[in-house]
């Protein structure tokens, strides 16, 4: 069992930037791949960047390649999405999940994650 917070929501006009972070405690971190999704209303939740259990692969989708990037600290039991050039169209709640079978990929689907954070809103207004 691993618990999952997320942190670092809020709004932000377009263009500007946003760091997310989830901290996760319970069991060792290091065996889980980590991944970013998010949900805007009357939208299914959708993939935003993945990343392997050793920080060495990553996914993003293809609407925030070249703008967000996934990172972890496994000393610290966190991972972070440094989020810029926000777009209206980023605004949703993110969602931090962690899977515990994942091996050496980084998961971009939804049902492969075992564990979620609550999830923290990200508005951008333009």
């Known amino acids: 069992q691993v618990q999952l917070v997320e942190s670092g929501g809020g709004s932000v006009q377009a263009g500007g930037s946003l760091r997310l972070s989830c901290t996760a405690s319970?069991?060792?971190?290091?065996?889980?791949?980590m991944g970013w999704f998010r949900q805007a209303p009357g939208n299914e939740r959708e993939i935003v960047a993945a990343?392997?259990?050793?920080?060495?692969?990553?996914y993003y989708a293809d609407s925030i390649k070249g703008r967000f990037t996934i990172s972890r600290d496994n000393a610290k039991n966190t991972v972070a999405l440094q989020m810029n050039s926000l777009k209206p169209e980023d605004t949703a709640v993110y969602f931090c999940?962690?899977?515990?079978?994942?091996?050496?990929?980084?998961?971009?689907?939804?049902?492969?994650?075992?564990?979620w954070g609550q999830g923290t809103q990200v508005t951008v207004s333009s």
């Open positions: 999940a962690a899977d515990r079978t994942a091996d050496g990929r980084a998961p971009y689907v939804s049902y492969e994650y075992d564990y």
């Open positions: 990343i392997s259990r050793n920080g060495g692969t990553t």
């Open positions: 319970g069991r060792t971190f290091t065996i889980y791949a």
